[in-house]
């Protein structure tokens, strides 16, 4: 009945083999030994008899050289026999080792020689020519079927990039000093504007778009995002680096160290359990009476009758019925039956109890042990409780307005004439105060706005996440959109349509599959490629948001902004309305298959049996990892953002994420307890009342706003929300941001007027080449034929 705790593990990635093996569909196996083929063809004429692994360094080298001078060939299918041997040396020269450790030992070897030799920048010029290559495009767009055989060129390039980049991205404890130099300055050439004047995630981002406006169909979508995803991971750094720089940010605004660290925390957390709902409970006692009745013996049966024990209904309490009628406080009572439509639920909760935390009041069953093993009090709170200057200012204007009658601003050091537990309370309030950093950036933007002249330019710090900010800024909603449009199509609960994209052109076959087993094997790699672009995509929005608040907090808010335009939210909602357990349990593998394993091992015999049966764990990592980087997202979106709060409740976000409370996830668990915890006021008495275990639940794993009543909500719940008001004028405060920031004509109206004939007159204008052709004409066009108004010197302005 119960499901059990799940030991994951949140962190930037998968392990190094797991997220390799992702690279590739099981569509992709026979090109495993193609590539091996084509170096092998090629490396024998070279080596004369001896193996890659006996070479020295400097004789790889000069091999590899050799290889960078023929990708320099006019003909493509002899550059795209090149490349292949190229991703035959960084997949770790696998027809030479015995075991995936070698495999790995090998690969990160060649890699790093591989980059030393400047293959990178080879590679990205040749993925420019394929991006920009019209007639392979063109014929895509015909074709009414696209398969693996369109992107060839595209995969092998994108392949090679992503090895590098993963393996030179991931550290390991033997590293050698060469390659911890050369990881540094790979990451600063990645996150630099080097290729044409901008990142290299910048070429990735176009390729999406280029991908989702359908003018370029056949790009292998899935390599394409996995590896943008890792260059912004390894660029501008994962979780645990973002948790150090927002140290060192703290420190230099001289602000107090955060009060606990949240990587740590979340670490620490054990998960709940959901608790039994009202059914399984009528079943446990149920069950149980029958086991009394089969204990006793037919002799005690005779004398007692037939039945032992007096019989009781097991749901007498009002409350339970509660429990059925559970209702949206937005609708009237004839509506209560649309909550539970058969489209929006997933088939194990139609017509029935939702199976979560119903506070229903049954008799319980015999406790199974002592009474003192069950009690569990918590040791204390994970989270010290924060309180912001706005809190602190609101309680006092409204302590000043009940004692005093008149209020004093924004002053929270005044405390004349307020009784002395007021004065307790402000000084526990302050001991509280948190002040983050969007909070000072908001504050400076205000005081550079109101004073452009007095405070002057300001100095700009040219981090990764600013680089990558200026180059999306022209483009960024076509890039929220489009990512947006691949999770929409990659999500399982998407239904198939006519109009959506396709995102299957890296993983279906020339030729379709005719046996069952071949139909099985293309389903479950079907399943695995939506998985693991969902898993991207989630990671790769979730790093942005963090990244840019942490730049500054308007960074954030457009891209958030964007997000929700883009519908966002009922996107993510519309993810998790599914039986969330079946999705983290899926088991769309097979182990035989995944790189490295298959080309070092003999592969077995596949049959229907083995490829249901799947792995042996207990979960799947990528599934898990995506769903808690959509609730953060989530979290992201609506924090502190009462309009986008009221979207959760008006799409009845509630019994969808408390399904996913079923998940024994610690940390997943908590993001749900944060979205349900900022809505709870706005549901009623009602279903509070009928969920006290999940509000117990937030209470004891959330972090506690002093002054933040939002449990009860009882002077808030007829408060307005205008959605457009609250987002126009965050739009407003963004846009007068970047016109700040970013705008090189924004001080027009500032610029002293040069008075002086010679050097106006001295100014070098940038002509067009042919225009001396033309001159006399442009002077017949421009001076001689316009008429000058010489009065008009005269007159006042």
């Known amino acids: 009945m119960e499901s059990p705790n799940l030991e994951f593990e949140y962190g930037d990635s998968d392990t190094l083999t797991a997220e390799l093996s992702e690279l590739y569909s099981y569509t992709e196996e026979p090109e495993f030994a193609l590539n091996r083929d084509y170096f092998e063809e090629d490396f024998r004429s070279h080596a004369r008899g001896r193996r890659w692994t006996e070479l020295t360094v400097d004789e ?16 493509r299918d002899k550059r795209l026999k090149v490349a292949r041997a190229i991703l035959y040396l960084a997949q770790g020269v696998f027809d ?12 990160r070897h060649n890699i790093f020689l591989l980059y030393d030799m400047g293959i990178f920048t080879a590679l990205l010029e040749l993925l420019s020519m394929e991006m920009d290559n019209s007639q392979a495009c063109s014929s895509a767009v015909r074709k009414p079927a696209i398969s693996l055989a369109d992107s060839t060129e595209l995969r092998v390039l994108l392949s090679i990039m992503y090895l590098i980049v993963e393996m030179i991205r991931v550290q390991t404890e033997d590293d050698r000093p060469e390659w911890r130099a050369a990881r540094e300055a790979f990451k600063t050439e990645l996150g630099s504007p080097l290729y044409n004047g901008e990142p290299f995630a910048l070429l990735l981002f176009t390729m999406v778009t280029k991908f989702c406006s359908m003018n370029a169909p056949h790009f292998p979508m899935k390599k394409v995002l996995l590896l943008l995803w890792k260059t912004v991971l390894f660029t501008l750094g994962g979780f645990e680096e973002l948790q150090q720089m927002k140290v060192r940010a703290r420190e230099r605004l001289s602000l107090p160290p955060l009060p606990e660290d949240s990587i740590k925390v979340v670490r620490a957390m054990r998960a709940a359990s959901p608790p039994a709902s009202a059914m399984e409970l009528i079943e446990q006692q149920q069950q149980q009476k029958r086991g009394r009745r089969s204990r006793r013996s037919a002799f005690v049966d005779s004398l007692e009758g037939d039945s032992p024990f007096p019989k009781k209904q097991p749901l007498v309490k009002q409350d339970s019925l509660d429990t059925y009628n559970e209702r949206d406080p937005f609708k009237n009572d004839d509506a209560r039956d649309e909550e539970e439509d058969p489209e929006d ?3 194990g909760i139609e017509g029935e109890v939702d199976p979560l935390d119903r506070d229903v009041i049954i008799q319980p069953p015999p406790p199974l042990r002592p009474p003192t093993e069950r009690v569990n009090f918590p040791k204390g709170l994970p989270w010290a409780p924060k309180v912001r200057e706005k809190d602190i200012e609101h309680f006092l204007e409204t302590s000043r307005n009940k004692f005093i009658g008149f209020t004093l601003g924004s002053d929270t050091k005044t405390l004349v004439g307020l009784p002395r537990p007021i004065h307790e309370s402000v000084k526990t309030l302050k001991q509280h105060k948190y002040v983050s950093i969007s909070e000072i950036q908001i504050k400076r933007e205000e005081e550079l706005l109101q004073c452009p002249l007095s405070l002057g330019e300001e100095e700009v710090e040219e981090t990764p996440a600013e680089i990558l900010y200026v180059g999306m800024l022209p483009n960024l909603s076509q890039y929220v959109i489009a990512l947006l449009k691949l999770l ?76 929700v335009f883009a519908n966002c939210i009922p996107l993510i909602l519309k993810f998790f309305n599914q039986n969330i357990m079946s999705y983290i349990s899926a088991k769309n593998s097979i182990c035989v298959l995944d790189f490295p394993h298959c080309v070092v091992h003999e592969m077995p015999e596949l049959t229907a049996e083995s490829l249901e049966a799947g792995d042996n764990n207990q979960f799947c990592w990528r599934n898990l990892f995506s769903c808690i980087n959509l609730l953060r997202i989530l979290n992201k979106l609506t924090k502190w953002k009462h309009s986008r709060t009221m979207m959760l409740v008006v799409f009845k976000s509630a019994p969808i994420l408390k399904r996913a409370l079923k998940v024994k996830q610690a940390m997943m668990q908590l993001y749900v307890l944060k979205l349900l915890k900022i809505q709870t006021k706005y549901l009623g008495r009602q279903w509070r009342k009928s969920n006290m275990k999940t509000m117990s639940a937030i209470y004891q794993k959330v972090r506690h706003r002093l002054n933040d009543d939002w449990a009860y909500g009882n002077d808030i719940d007829a408060r307005p929300w205008d959605f457009q008001a609250e987002e126009c004028a965050l739009r407003e405060s963004i846009e007068k941001f970047n016109s700040r920031r970013y705008d090189k004509n924004r001080n027009g109206d500032f610029v002293p007027v040069d008075n002086c004939l010679q050097s106006v007159l001295g100014q070098r204008v940038e002509l067009p080449d042919d225009f001396h052709y033309s001159y006399e004409m442009w002077l ?17 302005p």
Not at 60 to 75: F, G, H, I, N, P
Request: glycine share 2%.
């Open 60 to 75: 790889q080298k000069a091999y590899v050289m050799r290889l960078l001078d023929a990708l320099e060939v006019t003909d």
């Open 488 to 563: 929409l199509a990659a999500a399982p609960t998407s239904k198939a349509k006519t109009d959506s994209i396709n995102i299957l052109a890296d993983v279906l076959p020339e030729e379709m599959p005719i046996t069952v087993l071949q139909s099985m094997k293309l389903g479950i790699d079907v399943n695995r490629h939506k998985e693991i672009i969902v898993k991207a995509i989630s990671a790769l929005l979730l790093l942005l948001l963090k990244h840019f608040k942490l730049n500054h907090i308007y960074q954030f808010e457009i891209v958030s902004q964007h997000l």
């Open 345 to 347: 639920t997933d088939s």
């Open 96 to 107: 030479e080792c015995d075991t995936e450790v070698d495999v790995l030992h090998w690969s």
């Open 780 to 796: 017949e066009r421009e001076v001689f034929s316009q008429p000058i108004q010489w009065e008009g010197l005269l007159q006042n």
